[in-house]
Protein backbone atom coordinates (compact mmCIF):
# COMPACT_ATOMS: atom_id res chain seq x y z
CA UNK A 1 0.00 0.00 0.00
CA UNK A 2 1.48 3.32 -0.92
CA UNK A 3 1.20 6.77 1.64
CA UNK A 4 0.80 8.84 -1.18
CA UNK A 5 -2.65 8.24 -3.04
CA UNK A 6 -3.97 11.35 -4.04
CA UNK A 7 -7.83 11.46 -4.91
CA UNK A 8 -9.89 13.73 -6.73
CA UNK A 9 -13.31 12.77 -4.90
CA UNK A 10 -13.58 14.80 -1.76
CA UNK A 11 -13.47 13.10 1.10
CA UNK A 12 -13.61 14.56 4.20
CA UNK A 13 -10.49 14.47 6.76
CA UNK A 14 -11.54 11.85 9.82
CA UNK A 15 -13.86 10.12 6.76
CA UNK A 16 -13.71 6.26 7.29
CA UNK A 17 -14.29 6.05 3.45
CA UNK A 18 -10.40 6.83 2.62
CA UNK A 19 -9.09 6.52 -0.94
CA UNK A 20 -7.46 3.08 0.83
CA UNK A 21 -10.39 1.41 2.27
CA UNK A 22 -13.25 0.85 -0.46
CA UNK A 23 -15.19 -1.15 1.08
CA UNK A 24 -18.29 -3.00 -0.54
CA UNK A 25 -21.97 -2.56 0.31
CA UNK A 26 -25.25 -3.11 -0.99
CA UNK A 27 -27.32 0.11 -1.40
CA UNK A 28 -30.48 1.58 -2.88
CA UNK A 29 -32.03 4.81 -3.72
CA UNK A 30 -35.71 5.89 -4.59
CA UNK A 31 -34.69 4.86 -8.32
CA UNK A 32 -32.13 2.24 -8.20
CA UNK A 33 -32.93 -1.60 -7.13
CA UNK A 34 -30.49 -2.80 -4.38
CA UNK A 35 -27.01 -3.46 -6.06
CA UNK A 36 -23.30 -3.27 -5.00
CA UNK A 37 -21.43 -0.35 -3.87
CA UNK A 38 -18.33 0.75 -2.79
CA UNK A 39 -18.14 3.69 -0.42
CA UNK A 40 -15.74 6.52 -0.89
CA UNK A 41 -15.74 9.78 1.65
CA UNK A 42 -19.67 10.65 1.76
CA UNK A 43 -20.56 8.75 -1.01
CA UNK A 44 -21.17 5.47 -2.84
CA UNK A 45 -20.06 4.35 -5.89
CA UNK A 46 -22.40 2.47 -8.41
CA UNK A 47 -20.42 -0.33 -9.69
CA UNK A 48 -23.07 -1.09 -12.27
CA UNK A 49 -22.54 2.26 -13.30
CA UNK A 50 -19.06 2.21 -13.45
CA UNK A 51 -18.70 -1.48 -15.05
CA UNK A 52 -20.99 0.47 -17.94
CA UNK A 53 -17.84 2.70 -18.68
CA UNK A 54 -16.23 0.14 -19.04
CA UNK A 55 -13.36 0.32 -16.14
CA UNK A 56 -13.78 -3.49 -16.05
CA UNK A 57 -13.29 -4.55 -19.18
CA UNK A 58 -11.67 -7.51 -18.97
CA UNK A 59 -12.78 -9.03 -15.83
CA UNK A 60 -15.82 -10.69 -17.77
CA UNK A 61 -18.30 -9.69 -14.88
CA UNK A 62 -22.34 -9.91 -15.06
CA UNK A 63 -24.73 -6.92 -14.50
CA UNK A 64 -26.34 -9.54 -12.71
CA UNK A 65 -23.29 -10.05 -10.14
CA UNK A 66 -23.43 -5.95 -9.66
CA UNK A 67 -26.98 -5.13 -9.88
CA UNK A 68 -27.80 -8.13 -6.82
CA UNK A 69 -29.27 -8.54 -3.54
CA UNK A 70 -26.20 -9.32 -2.05
CA UNK A 71 -22.33 -9.54 -2.01
CA UNK A 72 -22.68 -13.05 -2.08
CA UNK A 73 -22.35 -13.93 -6.17
CA UNK A 74 -19.57 -11.11 -6.34
CA UNK A 75 -17.94 -12.21 -3.34
CA UNK A 76 -17.79 -15.94 -4.96
CA UNK A 77 -15.92 -14.83 -8.13
CA UNK A 78 -12.49 -14.97 -5.92
CA UNK A 79 -9.97 -12.45 -4.25
CA UNK A 80 -8.36 -12.70 -7.76
CA UNK A 81 -11.53 -10.69 -9.47
CA UNK A 82 -12.59 -8.89 -6.43
CA UNK A 83 -9.03 -7.62 -5.50
CA UNK A 84 -8.86 -6.37 -9.16
CA UNK A 85 -11.72 -4.35 -9.19
CA UNK A 86 -11.23 -3.15 -5.91
CA UNK A 87 -7.85 -1.86 -6.87
CA UNK A 88 -8.91 -0.75 -10.79
CA UNK A 89 -11.31 1.73 -8.98
CA UNK A 90 -8.49 2.78 -6.60
CA UNK A 91 -6.52 3.46 -9.52
CA UNK A 92 -9.36 5.49 -11.06
CA UNK A 93 -10.33 7.31 -8.31
CA UNK A 94 -6.72 8.81 -8.20
CA UNK A 95 -6.98 9.32 -12.20
CA UNK A 96 -8.06 12.81 -13.02
CA UNK A 97 -8.86 11.62 -16.67
CA UNK A 98 -10.98 8.73 -15.55
CA UNK A 99 -14.35 7.98 -16.97
CA UNK A 100 -15.85 7.91 -13.64
CA UNK A 101 -14.57 11.62 -13.04
CA UNK A 102 -16.48 12.73 -16.36
CA UNK A 103 -19.76 10.49 -15.92
CA UNK A 104 -19.95 10.97 -11.74
CA UNK A 105 -21.57 7.37 -11.05
CA UNK A 106 -21.87 8.35 -7.43
CA UNK A 107 -24.70 8.91 -5.22
CA UNK A 108 -24.61 10.96 -1.82
CA UNK A 109 -24.36 8.21 0.82
CA UNK A 110 -27.42 10.08 2.92
CA UNK A 111 -29.20 9.31 -0.29
CA UNK A 112 -28.95 5.64 0.17
CA UNK A 113 -30.59 3.20 2.04
CA UNK A 114 -28.25 0.28 3.11
CA UNK A 115 -28.53 -3.52 3.49
CA UNK A 116 -27.29 -6.57 4.77
CA UNK A 117 -24.31 -7.00 3.19
CA UNK A 118 -24.52 -10.81 2.31
CA UNK A 119 -26.79 -13.23 2.38
CA UNK A 120 -25.64 -14.94 5.57
CA UNK A 121 -25.37 -18.67 5.18
CA UNK A 122 -24.19 -20.17 8.75
CA UNK A 123 -23.09 -18.12 11.74
CA UNK A 124 -20.76 -18.87 14.23
CA UNK A 125 -19.66 -16.94 17.53
CA UNK A 126 -16.30 -17.53 19.44
CA UNK A 127 -15.50 -16.06 22.37
CA UNK A 128 -11.80 -15.07 22.06
CA UNK A 129 -11.05 -12.04 23.97
CA UNK A 130 -9.07 -13.48 27.36
CA UNK A 131 -10.29 -10.76 29.10
CA UNK A 132 -14.07 -11.30 28.70
CA UNK A 133 -13.71 -14.72 29.35
CA UNK A 134 -11.73 -14.10 32.61
CA UNK A 135 -14.60 -11.67 33.49
CA UNK A 136 -17.38 -13.79 33.18
CA UNK A 137 -15.66 -16.51 34.78
CA UNK A 138 -14.94 -14.88 37.74
CA UNK A 139 -18.58 -13.24 37.92
CA UNK A 140 -20.34 -16.29 37.28
CA UNK A 141 -17.94 -19.15 37.98
CA UNK A 142 -14.33 -19.15 40.37
CA UNK A 143 -12.55 -15.80 40.90
CA UNK A 144 -9.61 -18.00 41.55
CA UNK A 145 -9.97 -20.19 38.59
CA UNK A 146 -11.82 -18.26 35.76
CA UNK A 147 -10.59 -19.55 32.95
CA UNK A 148 -12.30 -23.26 32.12
CA UNK A 149 -9.45 -25.76 31.37
CA UNK A 150 -9.98 -25.83 27.53
CA UNK A 151 -10.18 -21.96 27.30
CA UNK A 152 -6.51 -21.49 26.30
CA UNK A 153 -6.37 -24.87 24.02
CA UNK A 154 -8.63 -24.14 21.66
CA UNK A 155 -11.12 -21.40 20.30
CA UNK A 156 -14.46 -21.76 21.94
CA UNK A 157 -17.49 -20.85 20.05
CA UNK A 158 -20.84 -22.20 19.00
CA UNK A 159 -23.22 -22.00 15.86
CA UNK A 160 -25.26 -19.62 16.19
CA UNK A 161 -28.70 -18.30 14.30
CA UNK A 162 -28.19 -16.80 11.19
CA UNK A 163 -31.82 -15.65 10.16
CA UNK A 164 -31.92 -12.96 13.24
CA UNK A 165 -28.64 -10.93 11.52
CA UNK A 166 -29.80 -7.62 10.58
CA UNK A 167 -28.28 -4.69 9.16
CA UNK A 168 -27.32 -1.20 10.98
CA UNK A 169 -30.41 1.08 11.15
CA UNK A 170 -33.05 -2.17 11.68
CA UNK A 171 -34.42 -1.52 15.76
CA UNK A 172 -34.31 -4.14 17.62
CA UNK A 173 -37.59 -5.31 20.54
CA UNK A 174 -36.80 -6.43 24.03
CA UNK A 175 -37.08 -9.87 23.55
CA UNK A 176 -40.19 -12.02 25.86
CA UNK A 177 -38.36 -15.51 27.35
CA UNK A 178 -38.55 -17.66 30.33
CA UNK A 179 -35.99 -16.17 33.17
CA UNK A 180 -35.81 -17.92 36.97
CA UNK A 181 -35.49 -14.92 39.62
CA UNK A 182 -33.04 -16.61 42.79
CA UNK A 183 -35.14 -18.65 44.74
CA UNK A 184 -38.26 -18.73 42.99
CA UNK A 185 -39.77 -20.56 40.20
CA UNK A 186 -39.32 -19.37 36.52
CA UNK A 187 -41.14 -16.67 35.07
CA UNK A 188 -42.70 -15.80 31.74
CA UNK A 189 -41.92 -12.05 30.55
CA UNK A 190 -39.64 -9.48 28.88
CA UNK A 191 -36.14 -9.47 29.73
CA UNK A 192 -34.91 -7.49 31.78
CA UNK A 193 -31.00 -7.61 31.10
CA UNK A 194 -30.65 -6.81 27.76
CA UNK A 195 -27.31 -5.96 26.97
CA UNK A 196 -24.82 -5.63 23.81
CA UNK A 197 -21.41 -7.41 22.81
CA UNK A 198 -19.01 -5.45 20.72
CA UNK A 199 -17.39 -7.52 18.15
CA UNK A 200 -16.13 -8.12 15.01
CA UNK A 201 -17.38 -10.76 12.49
CA UNK A 202 -15.25 -11.72 9.40
CA UNK A 203 -17.30 -12.74 6.04
CA UNK A 204 -16.14 -16.40 4.49
CA UNK A 205 -15.46 -15.52 0.61
CA UNK A 206 -13.95 -18.90 -0.13
CA UNK A 207 -15.69 -22.09 0.24
CA UNK A 208 -14.01 -25.62 1.27
CA UNK A 209 -14.76 -29.52 1.18
CA UNK A 210 -16.62 -31.07 3.19
CA UNK A 211 -13.92 -33.53 4.82
CA UNK A 212 -11.07 -30.86 3.67
CA UNK A 213 -9.13 -28.91 6.93
CA UNK A 214 -8.22 -25.36 6.67
CA UNK A 215 -4.51 -24.58 7.64
CA UNK A 216 -3.78 -21.31 9.51
CA UNK A 217 -1.71 -20.64 6.79
CA UNK A 218 -4.04 -20.88 3.80
CA UNK A 219 -7.12 -18.96 6.33
CA UNK A 220 -7.09 -15.68 5.32
CA UNK A 221 -7.52 -16.64 1.61
CA UNK A 222 -11.07 -17.73 2.82
CA UNK A 223 -11.88 -14.52 4.81
CA UNK A 224 -13.39 -11.90 2.04
CA UNK A 225 -13.70 -8.88 4.68
CA UNK A 226 -14.81 -7.86 7.90
CA UNK A 227 -17.92 -5.94 9.79
CA UNK A 228 -18.57 -4.51 13.31
CA UNK A 229 -21.00 -6.73 14.86
CA UNK A 230 -23.29 -6.44 17.66
CA UNK A 231 -24.35 -9.06 19.20
CA UNK A 232 -27.12 -8.54 21.52
CA UNK A 233 -27.64 -10.73 24.80
CA UNK A 234 -30.47 -11.23 26.75
CA UNK A 235 -28.12 -12.09 30.57
CA UNK A 236 -31.43 -12.78 32.63
CA UNK A 237 -32.16 -15.74 29.61
CA UNK A 238 -28.88 -16.80 29.18
CA UNK A 239 -28.05 -17.63 32.59
CA UNK A 240 -31.20 -19.95 32.91
CA UNK A 241 -30.96 -21.76 29.53
CA UNK A 242 -27.23 -21.75 29.00
CA UNK A 243 -26.59 -25.00 30.54
CA UNK A 244 -25.54 -27.86 29.38
CA UNK A 245 -25.44 -27.15 25.58
CA UNK A 246 -24.59 -23.21 25.61
CA UNK A 247 -26.19 -20.23 24.35
CA UNK A 248 -30.32 -20.07 22.96
CA UNK A 249 -32.51 -17.94 23.00
CA UNK A 250 -30.66 -15.46 25.05
CA UNK A 251 -28.96 -15.03 21.72
CA UNK A 252 -31.07 -15.51 18.90
CA UNK A 253 -33.18 -12.49 19.28
CA UNK A 254 -31.17 -10.23 17.06
CA UNK A 255 -27.25 -9.48 15.90
CA UNK A 256 -26.91 -6.42 14.35
CA UNK A 257 -23.96 -5.69 11.79
CA UNK A 258 -22.21 -2.51 9.94
CA UNK A 259 -23.26 -1.74 6.21
CA UNK A 260 -19.80 -1.63 4.69
CA UNK A 261 -17.53 -4.72 4.04
CA UNK A 262 -14.05 -3.84 5.24
CA UNK A 263 -11.46 -6.34 2.88
CA UNK A 264 -8.73 -8.06 4.39
CA UNK A 265 -6.79 -6.06 1.73
CA UNK A 266 -7.83 -2.61 3.00
CA UNK A 267 -6.87 -3.66 6.50
CA UNK A 268 -3.23 -5.27 5.60
CA UNK A 269 -0.59 -2.27 7.26
CA UNK A 270 -2.87 -2.69 10.40
CA UNK A 271 -1.44 -5.98 11.00
CA UNK A 272 -0.04 -6.40 14.41
CA UNK A 273 1.08 -9.15 16.89
CA UNK A 274 -1.13 -10.80 18.95
CA UNK A 275 -0.96 -11.79 22.56
CA UNK A 276 1.55 -14.50 23.36
CA UNK A 277 -0.29 -17.70 23.75
CA UNK A 278 1.22 -19.50 27.04
CA UNK A 279 0.48 -22.86 27.04
CA UNK A 280 1.72 -23.35 23.67
CA UNK A 281 -1.20 -24.58 21.28
CA UNK A 282 -1.44 -27.48 19.48
CA UNK A 283 0.56 -27.88 15.82
CA UNK A 284 -2.99 -27.13 13.61
CA UNK A 285 -3.23 -24.12 15.82
CA UNK A 286 -0.24 -22.88 15.17
CA UNK A 287 0.62 -19.92 12.88
CA UNK A 288 3.37 -17.52 11.70
CA UNK A 289 3.26 -13.64 10.74
CA UNK A 290 1.09 -11.09 12.07
CA UNK A 291 -2.17 -12.45 12.45
CA UNK A 292 -4.12 -9.57 14.93
CA UNK A 293 -5.85 -6.34 13.31
CA UNK A 294 -4.95 -3.15 15.06
CA UNK A 295 -8.66 -1.59 15.00
CA UNK A 296 -10.12 1.16 17.23
CA UNK A 297 -13.32 -0.13 18.92
CA UNK A 298 -15.99 1.91 20.82
CA UNK A 299 -19.44 1.53 21.93
CA UNK A 300 -21.79 4.64 22.73
CA UNK A 301 -25.32 4.72 23.82
CA UNK A 302 -27.95 7.21 23.22
CA UNK A 303 -30.74 7.66 25.31
CA UNK A 304 -34.09 8.20 23.91
CA UNK A 305 -34.97 11.58 22.59
CA UNK A 306 -31.52 12.79 23.08
CA UNK A 307 -29.19 14.06 20.65
CA UNK A 308 -26.01 13.06 22.40
CA UNK A 309 -24.58 9.54 22.80
CA UNK A 310 -22.24 8.27 25.16
CA UNK A 311 -19.04 6.79 25.23
CA UNK A 312 -19.04 3.38 27.47
CA UNK A 313 -16.29 1.60 26.06
CA UNK A 314 -13.03 2.05 24.05
CA UNK A 315 -11.55 -1.18 22.90
CA UNK A 316 -9.19 -2.87 19.99
CA UNK A 317 -9.40 -5.51 17.81
CA UNK A 318 -5.91 -6.11 18.62
CA UNK A 319 -6.93 -7.64 21.95
CA UNK A 320 -7.97 -11.18 20.38
CA UNK A 321 -6.18 -13.84 22.27
CA UNK A 322 -7.22 -16.26 19.64
CA UNK A 323 -6.92 -14.68 16.14
CA UNK A 324 -9.30 -15.32 12.55
CA UNK A 325 -6.86 -17.39 11.23
CA UNK A 326 -6.50 -19.87 14.24
CA UNK A 327 -10.56 -19.39 14.53
CA UNK A 328 -11.38 -21.03 10.69
CA UNK A 329 -8.38 -23.59 11.64
CA UNK A 330 -9.92 -24.85 15.04
CA UNK A 331 -14.10 -24.46 12.79
CA UNK A 332 -12.46 -26.86 10.14
CA UNK A 333 -10.37 -29.71 11.52
CA UNK A 334 -13.01 -31.96 12.22
CA UNK A 335 -13.55 -31.47 8.15
CA UNK A 336 -17.06 -28.94 8.47
CA UNK A 337 -17.11 -26.91 5.05
CA UNK A 338 -16.91 -23.56 4.82
CA UNK A 339 -19.31 -21.52 2.24
CA UNK A 340 -19.23 -18.23 0.36
CA UNK A 341 -21.81 -15.85 3.00
CA UNK A 342 -20.73 -17.69 6.39
CA UNK A 343 -19.87 -15.33 9.23
CA UNK A 344 -17.73 -15.69 12.18
CA UNK A 345 -18.09 -13.47 14.86
CA UNK A 346 -14.81 -12.82 17.31
CA UNK A 347 -17.30 -12.95 20.52
CA UNK A 348 -17.62 -9.73 22.88
CA UNK A 349 -13.97 -7.69 22.18
CA UNK A 350 -12.88 -6.45 26.12
CA UNK A 351 -9.44 -4.99 27.05
CA UNK A 352 -7.70 -4.98 30.48
CA UNK A 353 -9.06 -1.67 31.43
CA UNK A 354 -12.54 -1.50 32.77
CA UNK A 355 -13.35 1.16 30.29
CA UNK A 356 -12.28 -1.19 27.89
CA UNK A 357 -14.76 -3.66 28.65
CA UNK A 358 -17.06 -5.03 25.73
CA UNK A 359 -20.75 -5.44 27.41
CA UNK A 360 -22.88 -3.89 30.02
CA UNK A 361 -22.44 -7.21 32.07
CA UNK A 362 -18.71 -6.28 32.55
CA UNK A 363 -18.94 -2.57 32.29
CA UNK A 364 -22.41 -3.33 35.35
CA UNK A 365 -19.79 -6.05 37.21
CA UNK A 366 -23.13 -8.11 36.71
CA UNK A 367 -25.32 -5.23 37.35
CA UNK A 368 -23.49 -4.50 40.91
CA UNK A 369 -22.70 -0.52 40.06
CA UNK A 370 -23.80 1.61 37.43
CA UNK A 371 -22.76 3.15 34.60
CA UNK A 372 -23.01 6.59 34.23
CA UNK A 373 -24.32 8.86 30.91
CA UNK A 374 -23.48 12.23 29.68
CA UNK A 375 -27.03 13.64 30.71
CA UNK A 376 -26.51 12.45 34.67
CA UNK A 377 -28.76 9.00 33.61
CA UNK A 378 -27.46 5.59 34.84
CA UNK A 379 -26.93 2.12 33.24
CA UNK A 380 -26.73 -1.01 34.52
CA UNK A 381 -28.51 -3.09 31.43
CA UNK A 382 -29.76 -1.14 28.59
CA UNK A 383 -32.80 0.78 28.54
CA UNK A 384 -36.28 1.17 25.82
CA UNK A 385 -35.46 3.84 23.56
CA UNK A 386 -31.66 3.31 24.47
CA UNK A 387 -29.63 3.24 20.57
CA UNK A 388 -26.63 0.97 20.77
CA UNK A 389 -23.82 2.81 18.42
CA UNK A 390 -20.57 0.59 17.50
CA UNK A 391 -17.54 2.38 15.50
CA UNK A 392 -14.26 1.05 14.41
CA UNK A 393 -11.67 2.85 12.45
CA UNK A 394 -7.56 1.71 11.95
CA UNK A 395 -5.39 4.22 11.63
CA UNK A 396 -1.66 5.17 10.66
CA UNK A 397 0.88 7.03 9.48
CA UNK A 398 -2.02 9.40 8.47
CA UNK A 399 -3.90 7.15 6.68
CA UNK A 400 -7.26 5.88 7.82
CA UNK A 401 -9.32 2.69 7.17
CA UNK A 402 -12.67 2.39 9.27
CA UNK A 403 -15.99 0.60 9.14
CA UNK A 404 -17.97 3.42 9.81
CA UNK A 405 -20.91 2.32 12.28
CA UNK A 406 -23.49 0.05 13.66
CA UNK A 407 -26.72 1.15 15.16
CA UNK A 408 -29.60 -0.01 16.24
CA UNK A 409 -32.60 1.09 19.00
CA UNK A 410 -33.68 -0.91 21.65
CA UNK A 411 -37.66 -0.83 21.32
CA UNK A 412 -40.36 -2.34 24.32
CA UNK A 413 -41.34 -6.20 24.35
CA UNK A 414 -44.16 -6.64 22.29
MN1 LIG B 1 -21.32 -13.03 21.38
Request: net charge negative.
Amino acid sequence: MSSTLKTWVEVPELSDFSIYNLPFGIFSTTSKTKRIGVAIGDQILDLNAAHSLRIFHGLNIDKEILVNDYLNDFIALGKNITNQVRLIIQEHLCDDSSPLRKHEPFIEMSDATMHLPVKVGDYTDFYSSIEHATNVGKMFRDPENALLPNWKHLPVGYHGRASSIIVSGVDIHRPNGQTKPADEPPVYGPSQRIDFELEMAFIVGKQSELGDAVTTKEAEDHIFGMVLFNDWSARDIQKWEYVPLGPFLGKSFASSVSPWVVTLEALESFRVNGPNQDPEVLPYLQYEGQKNYDINLEVLIQPESQNEASTVSKSNFKFMYWNMAQQLAHHTVNGCNLNVGDMMASGTISGKDENSYGSMLELSWAGSKSVKLNNGEERKFLKDGDTVIMKGHSEKNGIRVGFGEVRSKLLPAK
